[in-house]
């Protein structure tokens, strides 16, 4: 059943294996090769360049023997061991087309059906299970967000959730940043309002990946928070109109903060992300900080700015949000380059007092990934 | 010379100035109006969002008298006055065409000719100057790079670098690293190897944006720092061959280290970054830390090597590298999305210990156009 066969002279071969045929291509499995001359058996870093590996490598002989192809490479004259298992899990001759805005299977997106299932995790078991922390980082991976509950009411403990996962990003606005409200009838009117669903500083490049919101007081009734999950509805919005969704991937917005001396902080950006294929890898929306749109041509101007009105109008759906109420010692935890983040309005009077910071997104992933990597049991 | 005309049924108008005739949508300039009741007079925010401002916005009347353009809107009979210079310098019905790979007018491009004309500033003057500091950081927006000479030979010293435009980003290698090589016969074929040019950590998303590296010790012969333009040399690579420019453009490459325990960072990035308009916004080029690469079709792959390959040549080609030693005291300051850097082999025995740390690019720029918005005289 599993066989190899040499092609083009030495250029590539196509292995055949219970999973079908795949090609590779001499170069790549040359480039990709694990014997410790190529990488360093200790940290997996590359020794070599592409430079020290010959223009005109070819293959001059493959066999396969159990789970194991052995490839001869000339000019080099050097043979390597390839896994078969880890040739099929990085095989590219196969089908690449995906929709705009695909999205991996890391990632899942939702809508208010997630109400009932808020990803949340308890802090002492965060800080002493491996396991708890695991789990918890992989849903806020999954789903954008997640609820700490039963965390020390103190000042900057907000910088213990950070220290599960990754480093505070300190910004202009400091290390922390304090949101104090003082709720009273007599500027209800102002604090009662409600904030637009929102990515935060869309002004920075790159924006803060991750937000945390650490809750010290709340006495106030309303201030609830609230989620909604920018990729879905970015995808929404593709699938009501694409035209919609293609303006608003193609072309930049611009966004500025310049409010304080000493800062003026402007970015180019466009408000959906995606990568060269297509994949959705980033959502920008902050009515606040949007700056004049000058990079959109004249004869579609009025497209981009119905299509930035329907966005708006999804994102305010509440059949796209999950709200929570944050008490005293209760954080959460954003990805800030795909969940916006709001605050409902207030209905009574009281104080409200959490502390903010900024952390990085791919720290995170990191830690999930690694205490994954140390708990095989739970890799798949 | 200057007039105005209500079109399409008052959803545009064409403003005629001695710049020309530019057309702007009702819809756009109700949402860039910058009256009090939209944009908070302090900080320049926008109050409102699009879903305050009506769908069937149309422009009732609009005239010109001086420098100002009045514009009345319904149905909300708002009228609102534009600054006749803001409207030009924010016009967007213009000619949006560009050559993929375009970088701003901000942006310089260079080869081995900066070499006499290295950025440099002095630390004494950066600290106490407004005019010099903002003159450096010009360079080093303008360059990616620049130089800091007699800064004091302590511990920590990187630290007062980072102070002048904004704050260290920590990761997993710790508010700072450090970076000592004893260099001796015995192990000078090891240490005596230069480090091919690359940019740092392309396997964080987003990547640290500034790089500083700050030397304490160099009494080895040799070591000196190179750095190459990323920008420079992906420009040069399609000028040569577009198909190869595109095609590290268009297909993401993958990055990972995982080589200490807590830590498995990924990035799904590509080597040549474009914006959706084709601005080149970056570069990521690390041999060591490259992972295969799954995600370019097979018919793609040996084109994707080639290119790799030619974008290698042309980042070790002499004629693209600046060199420079660094003395105890001395610094740079790298822009870690667009210069690549190195360090060239040694030829004689000796310590080297520099100091390392990240910070953000996007502060960098705050504080150079803060700077530039308070000297009104160096604003151009």
Redesign the interface.
């Known amino acids: 059943m599993t066989d190899v066969t040499v092609e083009d002279f030495g ?1 590539s071969l196509a292995l055949t294996t219970a999973q079908g045929t795949r ?1 590779f ?1 001499a ?2 499995l040359r ?2 090769a694990s014997d410790p001359e190529t990488r ?1 058996p ?10 020290d590996i010959p ?1 005109d490598t070819r293959i001059a002989h493959a066999d396969v023997s159990g789970n194991t192809l052995s490839v001869t490479f000339v000019p080099e004259d050097k043979t390597v061991a390839f896994d078969l298992a880890w040739l099929d899990a ?4 196969r089908d ?1 087309s995906q929709p705009r805005g695909w999205v991996g299977p890391e990632i899942e997106p939702w809508d208010s059906g997630l109400m009932d299932r808020v990803p949340t995790g308890d802090f002492a078991a965060l800080s002493q299970e491996n396991a708890a922390l695991q789990d918890w980082l992989g849903q806020v991976t999954r789903y954008g967000f997640g609820k700490v509950v039963n965390g020390p009411v103190e000042e900057g403990a907000l910088f213990k959730i950070v220290d599960l996962f ?7 606005y400091g290390r922390l940043f304090e949101v104090r409200t003082e709720v009273n009838p007599t500027n209800l009117a102002f604090t009662g309002l409600g904030l ?1 669903a929102h990515t935060d500083n869309p002004y ?3 924006v803060p ?1 991750v937000q945390v919101l650490y809750c010290l007081e709340s006495s106030a009734a309303g201030g609830e928070n609230m989620v909604v999950d920018g990729f879905a509805a970015a995808r929404r919005l593709r699938k009501e109109n694409p035209a919609y969704f293609d303006v608003l ?4 917005a611009r966004f ?15 408000m959906i992300e ?4 297509g ?1 959705l890898i980033g959502v920008r929306f902050n ?4 700056a ?7 004869d579609k ?2 497209t981009y ?1 119905a299509a ?2 329907r966005l ?2 999804i994102i ?1 759906d509440e059949a796209m949000e999950v709200t929570f109420r944050l008490n005293p010692g209760e954080a959460f935890v954003v990805d800030n380059t795909r969940v916006l983040h709001a605050r409902k309005g207030y209905s009574g009077s009281g104080t409200r007092w959490l502390q903010g910071c900024y952390a ?4 995170l ?3 999930h ?2 205490l ?2 140390e708990m095989p049991e739970a890799a798949e």
């Open positions: 250029s090609r291509h170069i790549w480039d990709n360093a200790g940290n997996n870093q590359r020794l070599i360049a592409l430079r223009a990085h095989a590219y001759d690449h990754g480093h505070v990003r300190e910004t202009n637009q920075r490049d790159p990946t991937a193609d072309h930049c500025e903060y310049a409010g304080e001396a000493g800062v003026c902080l402007t970015s180019r950006r466009p995606l990568a060269p294929d994949e009515n606040r900080s949007l004049a749109v000058t990079d959109v041509p004249f101007m009025a700015y930035y009105r708006g109008e305010d990085d997104m791919d720290g992933r990191s830690t990934d690694a994954r990597r």
